[in-house]
């Protein structure tokens, strides 16, 4: 049903996009066919490097563009055949600076946007002149944004895709050229859309820190093809054998027979073992051979691991697997 509480905020099915390379007879793709759910009310990080498809999905769901296959349903409006509704409920800030008009002030940029949302009257101008409050802009509210800084145009860009209180908010690098101070509102606004009024966040990033503040769900894709999609705590609990062995001076990592998830490192006169360790029996087994080189162990703690560290394995696993596959074909 459509628009129905118990629809998902996004729903994908088999979406795919290739792009033809530009003079050549060959085709890149994008984004794989790939499924995801977003359900009501939480906020979903979609996360890659650049080039993985973030923003060609976002796109898809935005309606700009036309995805080779399968389908985007927006609170059980579908993007292609329903477009109209499926916008109506969706605000979007883009990667870049193309969210707004330059030869427009900040405010007649967000009336402006507003409107196109079928918001009017005292209501759309209190809301316009709040928000450019909240974002240190009303002194400049009457400027053309092409005399704004980069920071203070994708402020903008965030207050027009507020306008008129979307239940779903399409963020793509929503701090991107933002100062300190203002990065701080952009997160303090995610959390209140969130979590107080429960409308839907798609949050991409690459500053993974803000998305494990952030975010209740996360994806991960490389090269279009997604990796997972679960929940954020799920997700971190998998990775939750890890620790840190500091050992007292400098020691060479062919010494040990280390498991493949640790790394050395060497801080002033230790040396310092961090990674993910299988179970208690392969972290005694390590531990023994330590001692039996005599070496003098300072500490052994379990450590929690954080969304950088889990998705920098994830997305080396990957290309590992990536390149075996490539040797394998060669060698066939």
């Known amino acids: 049903m459509q628009d129905s509480p118990s629809c998902p905020a996004i729903e994908i099915n088999d979406l ?46 935005c309606g700009l563009i036309t995805p080779d296959t399968g389908s985007v349903r927006v609170n059980g409006y579908d993007v292609l055949h329903q477009r109209k509704e499926a916008m109506k409920q969706i605000g979007a800030v883009l990667e870049g600076t193309r969210n707004i008009y330059w030869r427009l002030s900040a405010l007649e940029n967000i009336l402006y946007f507003g409107r196109l949302k079928n918001f009017t009257g005292k209501q759309l101008k209190a809301e316009a002149e709040r928000l450019l409050a909240e974002l240190g802009l009303w002194e400049r509210r009457n400027d053309r944004i092409r005399t704004f800084s980069r920071g203070m145009q ?14 779903i908010v399409l963020l793509d690098e929503p701090t991107l050229g933002l100062d300190v101070q203002a990065a701080v509102t952009v997160k303090q606004w995610v959390k209140q859309l969130a979590r107080e009024q429960k409308r839907t966040i798609i949050l991409t990033t690459h500053q993974l820190d803000m998305a494990e503040q952030l975010c209740d769900r996360v994806a991960i894709i490389r090269k279009g093809k997604l990796l997972t999609d679960q929940p954020l705590a799920k997700l971190l609990a998998v990775h939750k054998e890890r620790y840190q062995i500091r050992i007292k001076g400098h020691m060479e990592r062919q010494a040990l027979d280390m498991p493949e998830g640790l790394s050395c490192r060497y801080e002033q006169d230790d040396t310092v073992l961090v990674g993910t360790i299988e179970d208690q029996n392969a972290l005694h087994t390590l531990l023994n051979q330590i001692r039996a080189l005599e070496l003098p162990l300072r500490s052994v703690t379990q450590v929690e691991p954080n969304l950088e560290e889990v998705f920098i394995n994830m997305i080396t696993q990957e290309r590992q697997e990536e390149s075996h596959e490539l040797l394998t074909h060669s060698v066939q």
């Open 16 to 61: 795919s996009k290739k792009y033809r390379v530009r003079g050549e007879e060959k085709w890149l793709t994008a984004v794989e066919p790939i499924n995801l759910t977003v359900p009501r009310g939480q906020v979903f990080g979609f996360l890659g490097t650049n080039g993985a498809g973030k923003t060609t999905t976002i796109k898809m769901i």
């Open 154 to 167: 994708q402020k903008v860009a965030i207050a027009c895709a507020l306008i008129a209180d979307p239940p």
